[in-house]
């Protein structure tokens, strides 16, 4: 059957009519669902659209079903229903050619679930909590239950959601665009919870791209893409007491040591070959063993859905997804809790400068360079072959600011460490001459990131309190840390990578060469109070060939071992916040793999069961010491006591806190014993010996002060007191002044 004559006030328009058909109409519901008849009032004309169906009726309660005139034989039917002012409340009767019927309610009945304001705010990019508007969302709308769902694609000539409640037809279910706002709407009866779906997106070229939402909450395990409906709201948090905590804390001023953490690599089931846990299985285990090592945060490597295993998260296609390879976002959210309850915070790796060129994601979303810039010297990132967000562009930054809030505020995150900063910074990262575009003043900063930058972390510390950010940024940008209303970045933090570097550097020199490289270990603190800095020894330096922490060690296993051990000690003794990597503990020879387990099975060697015991106790020393925390970021906090005995390679210096307290710590940097090496001590009364690095508990040779040093009227180093220590080789001394 053809269509009908235009005449017939059943049929629509015939522009209308063929833009319907064709698949590009982007107002289906001005066709479809219920509107007035013309010329006779009270009288409605109910459209529907079905390719497939032979049959179709309108169903209202009590009243005899009526069948409806099929109008096109793609597959249109309407009928004229008596009603009265308001429109009828009514379902959907179809009957296809095998004999089957389905019986639901008519999408294109209801009104728009996406309100004025929103609309506003998306295009203003400031709606704070896009979360709660766009994607899909299970919904009760005139007592009937269902998905609203809704996507920002301003270029497409047609959006349509598909699934298996649709028999992934992008024909059955076409959305509406909302005026100018290139946000599209349709709320679906009869779907609910774990519903896989996508969105079918007809660009301006004629070709239909399939493609996950991009904020969609949860998605299938890769290889697969779609997206899942999924509701929160629902998870029974018990971490209050540590969310009133966190409120009143100030983090630059307490500790923060970090344990940083692969979740698929951390523990597996059956051994380092095993399969993953799930959040659930490795919530308490990790919560234990973090709490006994005495870290203050786990940092999680990225945990946003990506389709790569090997990215270790840092390409991701679901920003608003926990990946669901260990588990649905609620559990995602048990793990925090259970951390929390413990005591530890969640640092969460966030990345917003970049994304993957994957096909099912944001990649030319509606058909053009919406998400990314189309100019591929602005669009593309050269060492990673990923796409540059466009953070001048209001909607785009709105995306990724709300996320960065949709993770703290849903979630319970404590902190976001930016990942990959400086990329985002500077125009011509990684890029030769002709291969970059100068911003309007002719330089090669990103203009557009940097307010993007400030204006998040203008939100985190405005929105949540005790909640902070750190930048993992490896340039001379000045004032990352600074405040943004002192011309800042605005970052709580920033990673320390010189220091990483040169340390590492260090380390890795056989001694007999340390004492001509001295200034390796002591230029940190010439630039230490520049930035607020966290001393990272991170995933990064023991992946790719470069070894691990125990393998950049020289000489023989005993020295190896007593080099790492000397190694946690300067770590833990530095000026600036801690970060160490997951499995450094260990002091396994094996570089990490993502594709394996950490091999806990080391802990029973003896050598390394001493690292292991000697991090638990700097742990504690640290956290029970405000002399090693309280004013890292404070010149007041630190003083050489000496450190120019290169010939020697010892370097001795004193940590403070504000009430007066102090420890001084001593590191001798080669095997040679230092039997009666005077050191100056800021205070006249006796000092016991906190921690020796040599202790035989940790593997050592136990040569150290007996426990106890008593200083002599000795001037030395600018004090009028001192003491003859005995420094054990490749070993840390920390003491502290006894009470009284």
Same mark, same amino acid.
């Given at each position: 059957?053809?269509?009908?004559?235009?005449?017939?006030?059943?049929?629509?328009?015939?522009?209308?009519?063929?833009?319907?058909?064709?698949?590009?109409?982007?107002?289906?519901?001005?066709?479809?669902?219920?509107?007035?008849?013309?010329?006779?009032?009270?009288?409605?004309?109910?459209?529907?659209?079905?390719?497939?169906?032979?049959?179709?009726?309108?169903?209202?309660?009590?009243?005899?079903?009526?069948?409806?005139?099929?109008?096109?034989?793609?597959?249109?039917?309407?009928?004229?229903?008596?009603?009265?002012?308001?429109?009828?409340?009514?379902?959907?009767?179809?009957?296809?050619?095998?004999?089957?019927?389905?019986?639901?309610?008519?999408?294109? $009945?209801?009104?728009?679930?996406?309100?004025?304001?929103?609309?506003?705010?998306?295009?203003?990019?400031?709606?704070?909590?896009?979360?709660?508007?766009?994607?899909?969302?299970?919904?009760?709308?005139?007592?009937?239950?269902?998905?609203?769902?809704?996507?920002?694609?301003?270029?497409?000539?047609?959006?349509?959601?598909?699934?298996?409640?649709?028999?992934?037809?992008?024909?059955?279910?076409?959305? $509406?665009?909302?005026?100018?706002?290139?946000?599209?709407?349709?709320?679906?009866?009869?779907?609910?919870?774990?519903?896989?779906?996508?969105?079918?997106?007809?660009?301006?070229?004629?070709?239909?791209?399939?493609?996950?939402?991009?904020?969609?909450?949860?998605?299938?395990? $890769?290889?697969?893409?779609?997206?899942?409906?999924?509701?929160?709201?629902?998870?029974?948090?018990?971490?209050?007491?540590?969310?009133?905590?966190?409120?009143?804390?100030?983090?630059?001023?307490?500790?923060?040591?970090?344990?940083?953490?692969?979740?698929?690599?951390?523990?597996?089931?059956?051994?380092?070959?095993?399969?993953?846990?799930?959040?659930?299985?490795?919530?308490?285990?990790?919560?234990?063993?973090?709490?006994?090592?005495?870290?203050?945060?786990?940092?999680?490597?990225?945990?946003?859905?990506?389709?790569?295993?090997?990215?270790?998260?840092?390409?991701?296609?679901?920003?608003?997804?926990?990946?669901?390879?260990?588990g649905t976002p609620d559990d995602f959210k048990f793990l925090v809790d259970t951390l929390h309850q413990a005591g530890i915070g969640v640092i969460l790796d966030w990345v917003p400068g970049h994304f993957p060129r994957d096909d099912h994601s944001l990649r030319r979303f509606d058909g053009t360079a919406l998400y990314e810039h189309e100019d591929p010297r602005l669009g593309e990132h050269p060492d990673w072959g990923t796409l540059i967000f466009n953070f001048g562009r209001n909607e785009v930054a709105n995306f990724l600011l709300a996320n960065a809030l949709f993770w703290l505020e849903v979630f319970h995150v404590d902190a976001l460490r930016v990942d990959a900063v400086a990329s985002m910074l500077y125009l011509d990262y990684s890029r030769r001459e002709g291969e970059w575009i100068p911003n309007r003043y002719g330089g090669r900063e990103n203009l557009d990131a940097v307010a993007f930058l400030r204006r998040l972390n203008e939100l985190v510390y405005a929105l949540h309190d005790g909640c902070f950010t750190v930048a993992e940024e490896s340039t001379a940008w000045p004032a990352v840390s600074l405040p943004t209303w002192l011309g800042g970045l605005g970052f709580g933090f920033k990673w320390n990578m010189g220091w990483m570097h040169d340390t590492l550097h260090y380390f890795h020199r056989d001694p007999v060469h340390r004492a001509h490289h001295h200034n390796e270990l002591t230029f940190s603190m010439l630039y230490a109070y520049t930035e607020n800095f966290?001393?990272?020894?991170?995933?990064?330096?023991?992946?790719?060939?470069?070894?691990?922490?125990?393998?950049?060690?020289?000489?023989?296993?005993?020295?190896?071992?007593?080099?790492?051990?000397?190694?946690?000690?300067?770590?833990?003794?530095?000026?600036?916040?801690?970060?160490?990597?997951?499995?450094?503990?260990?002091?396994?020879?094996?570089?990490?793999?993502?594709?394996?387990?950490?091999?806990?099975?080391?802990?029973?060697?003896?050598?390394?069961?001493?690292?292991?015991?000697?991090?638990?106790?700097?742990?504690?020393?640290?956290?029970?010491?405000?002399?090693?925390?309280?004013?890292?970021?404070?010149?007041?906090?630190?003083?050489?006591?000496?450190?120019?005995?290169?010939?020697?390679?010892?370097?001795?210096?004193?940590?403070?806190?504000?009430?007066?307290?102090?420890?001084?710590?001593?590191?001798?940097?080669?095997?040679?014993?230092?039997?009666?090496?005077?050191?100056?001590?800021?205070?006249?009364?006796?000092?016991?010996?906190?921690?020796?690095?040599?202790?035989?508990?940790?593997?050592?040779?136990?040569?150290?002060?007996?426990?106890?040093?008593?200083?002599?009227?000795?001037?030395?180093?600018?004090?009028?007191?001192?003491?003859?220590?005995?420094?054990?080789?490749?070993?840390?001394?920390?003491?502290?002044?006894?009470?009284?």
């Open positions: 059957m053809g269509a009908r004559a235009a005449a017939d006030p059943l049929c629509p328009a015939d522009r209308d009519l063929r833009r319907l058909l064709a698949g590009r109409h982007h107002d289906p519901h001005r066709i479809l669902g219920v509107h007035r008849a013309p010329g006779t009032p009270g009288d409605w004309i109910v459209r529907c659209f079905h390719p497939g169906a032979a049959t179709a009726e309108v169903l209202v309660e009590g009243r005899p079903p009526l069948a409806m005139a099929r109008v096109h034989e793609a597959g249109l039917f309407a009928a004229r229903l008596a009603g009265g002012e308001t429109p009828p409340v009514y379902r959907l009767r179809l009957g296809f050619p095998d004999g089957g019927s389905l019986e639901r309610d008519d999408p294109y $009945r209801f009104l728009p679930t996406v309100g004025e304001l929103d609309l506003h705010l998306i295009g203003e990019g400031s709606h704070r909590r896009l979360w709660e508007v766009l994607g899909a969302h299970p919904r009760v709308l005139d007592g009937v239950a269902g998905v609203a769902f809704a996507v920002w694609a301003p270029n497409a000539r047609r959006v349509s959601v598909v699934g298996e409640f649709n028999a992934w037809d992008g024909r059955v279910h076409a959305m $509406r665009v909302l005026g100018g706002s290139g946000v599209w709407e349709l709320f679906i009866p009869g779907i609910g919870e774990w519903a896989l779906y996508r969105y079918e997106i007809a660009a301006a070229d004629g070709a239909l791209r399939l493609k996950t939402d991009p904020l969609a909450f949860a998605a299938e395990l $890769r290889p697969k893409t779609a997206g899942l409906v999924f509701e929160h709201g629902r998870y029974p948090w018990a971490d209050a007491a540590w969310m009133a905590e966190r409120a009143q804390r100030q983090p630059r001023s307490g500790p923060l040591a970090i344990y940083e953490v692969h979740l698929g690599s951390w523990m597996r089931s059956g051994g380092e070959a095993g399969e993953w846990l799930t959040y659930r299985e490795i919530a308490p285990r990790l919560a234990e063993h973090v709490r006994r090592l005495g870290f203050t945060h786990v940092e999680l490597l990225p945990v946003a859905e990506h389709p790569f295993d090997a990215s270790w998260g840092y390409q991701v296609t679901g920003f608003y997804a926990p990946t669901s390879r260990f966290v001393l990272p020894l991170s995933h990064d330096e023991v992946v790719h060939g470069k070894g691990s922490l125990l393998g950049k060690m020289p000489g023989d296993r005993w020295r190896q071992f007593a080099n790492l051990r000397l190694l946690m000690a300067y770590h833990w003794t530095h000026p600036g916040k801690k970060l160490l990597f997951m499995g450094s503990e260990l002091a396994p020879d094996r570089e990490w793999d993502h594709d394996r387990g950490l091999e806990w099975h080391l802990a029973q060697d003896p050598p390394r069961a001493g690292v292991l015991r000697l991090i638990e106790d700097l742990g504690r020393l640290y956290r029970g010491t405000a002399a090693l925390w309280e004013l890292d970021h404070d010149p007041e906090g630190f003083a050489w006591i000496d450190c120019q005995d290169a010939a020697q390679s010892v370097v001795s210096f004193v940590r403070r806190d504000r009430s007066g307290g102090h420890v001084v710590v001593a590191l001798n940097l080669t095997p040679v014993p230092r039997r009666a090496y005077r050191v100056g001590l800021p205070c006249a009364g006796p000092y016991r010996e906190a921690l020796n690095t040599d202790a035989a508990l940790y593997g050592g040779g136990n040569l150290g002060n007996g426990g106890t040093v008593v200083p002599e009227p000795v001037a030395m180093h600018g004090f009028a007191q001192s003491a003859a220590l005995t420094l054990p080789p490749l070993a840390a001394v920390v003491l502290q002044p006894l009470a009284g």
